[in-house]
């Protein structure tokens, strides 16, 4: 799992990146997502969002959670995360 976290002051850079990032993961607060990407993937995503943000003014981090380290995340307020089924059954 893949914890995007992002501190970003203009609106319209803010919105545009929150949208991109639904198209990755789940919205857990205002500026956090958990997205179930591999590692390889977050590098993409990585150089993705580098083109949506501006350095010198914004602050995106993206934390890897192992499968070891997830089994043992704490929550209040929240559900555990989960990843999404692997399937659906349509």
């Known amino acids: 799992m893949v914890v995007v976290v992002y501190d970003i002051s203009n609106d319209k850079r803010r919105v545009n990146l929150s949208n991109f990032l639904e198209g990755y993961g789940h919205r857990i607060q205002f500026s956090v997502f958990e997205c179930f990407i591999s590692l390889e993937e977050m590098r993409q995503l990585h150089q993705k969002v580098k083109k949506l943000v501006l350095p010198k003014e914004d602050n995106v981090r993206f934390y890897w959670i192992s499968n070891d380290a997830l089994s043992i995340?704490?929550?209040?307020?929240?559900?555990?995360?989960?990843?999404?089924?692997?399937?659906y059954v349509i």
């Open 73 to 87: 995340v704490l929550t209040i307020g929240s559900q555990k995360p989960e990843p999404p089924p692997q399937y």
